[in-house]
Nanobody
Framework: QVRLEESGGGLVQPGGSLRLSCVVSGGVFSIGGLGWYRQAPGKQRELVATITNAGDTHYRDSVQGRFTISRDNFKTTLYLQMNSLEPEDTAVYYC????????????WGQGTQVTVSS
């Protein structure tokens, strides 16, 4: 059974840091790629960062240089280190695993809330 379990969200002041983790079980960790998405109230879900099996990374422009996505293949865990957090980063963050098929298959975690506020 595929399961993605996020943790590490919370309340942080502007300029602070958080580290999100996502433990992936069910044998899908390396089927294609891994990513983090977020959804703020009243907005569509948006891509934050992705990482391939080869370790290639991609970030949305607004988090480039502040966020770092990484993976531990032994622990089948995905991470998102978030530094210099801004109020605009407030959202529910979702872990994502996707394959390279057509159509693409996606697996999602339940989400973890990140709130940036003073």
């Amino acid at each position: 059974q595929v399961r993605l379990e996020e943790s590490g969200g919370g309340l942080v002041q502007p300029g602070g840091s958080l580290r999100l983790s996502c433990v992936v079980s069910g044998g899908v960790f390396s089927i294609g790629g891994l990513g983090w998405y977020r959804q703020a109230p009243g907005k569509q879900r948006e891509l934050v960062a992705t990482i391939t099996n080869a370790g290639d990374t991609h970030y949305r422009d607004s988090v480039q240089g502040r966020f770092t996505i990484s993976r531990d293949n032994f622990k089948t865990t995905l991470y998102l280190q978030m530094n210099s957090l801004e109020p605009e980063d407030t959202a529910v963050y979702y872990c994502n695993v996707f394959d390279l098929g057509f159509p693409r298959t996606d697996y999602w975690g339940q989400g973890t809330q990140v709130t940036v506020s003073s």
